[in-house]
C-alpha cells in the first residue's frame, strides 16, 4: 500500500511549493478528525482558503497562515534535504533530523504530525499516533516535545528526542507504521472497505479525487 500511495504522495508532494502546502494541510486537519472526512475538508480549504469552515479552530488557522507565508522557504528547505548528500553514513535519519526540524517550525505541526509530513513528502519517519503507539506497544512519552525552549540545553534535548523518534519510526519501518495504519482503520471503520482503500485515499484527498 505504501509503496504505491506513499510514493505517489511524494511525487505530488515534492513536484511544487503549493502542492507540499496542501499535503502539510491535510495533515493539519486529520487533527482529531475521522480520516473518512478530510477530503472534504481539504477541498473546502482549496476554495475557501482562510475562510475555510474547517479552520475555525485557532491552531489550524495558524498552520494554514503560517504555511501560505512560507511556503516556497518550505519547499526550497524541503527538496534540498531530500536531495543532499548527508555528511554521515546513515543518511536516512540524517535527512529526516533535517525535515523534523524543518516541520516543526510550522505552528500546529507535534512532533506525530511532523513525522506524518515526512511520511508524505520523503518516505521517511512517521506518524506515531495512538493507534500506532497501542499497536506497536510505544510509550506515548516518546511523543512529547517542547517547541518553545529557549535555553542550549532544551534544544539539546530536543534533538535527543526527535533523534529516538526517528530511530523507532525507522525500526518498525515508515512503509509498515502507513499499512498498519490503514489497516486497523479498515478493521474498526465499517465504512472502509479495506486498508488499501484506506491508503488510496491519501493521494485521492490530495488530487480532489
Known sequence: MYNIHGKACQDFAQENADNMALV???VSLSIQ???????????DVILNGASSRFLTWKMKQDTYQYVQANKHDLYHDMMN???MEAP???SRQYKALCLMETFLKIPGLNISKAGF?????????GCMDSWNLKYYDINPNV?????????KRGEVNNIKKLTKYISICHDIGTDRLWD????????????????????KAHINYLRGE
Open 24 to 26: 502539510i494541510m491535510m
Open 33 to 43: 478528525q475521522s480520516w473518512l472526512k478530510i477530503g472534504i475538508q481539504v477541498q
Open 81 to 83: 534535504i531530500i536531495e
Open 88 to 90: 554521515c553514513n546513515n
Open 117 to 125: 509530513v515526512c511520511q508524505l513528502v520523503a518516505g521517511l519517519v
Open 143 to 151: 511523543t512529547q516535545f517542547n517547541k518553545k525552549v529557549k535555553t
Open 180 to 199: 498498519t495504519w490503514c489497516n486497523m482503520i479498515a478493521a474498526n471503520y465499517k465504512e472502509w472497505r479495506s486498508g488499501n482503500e484506506v491508503s
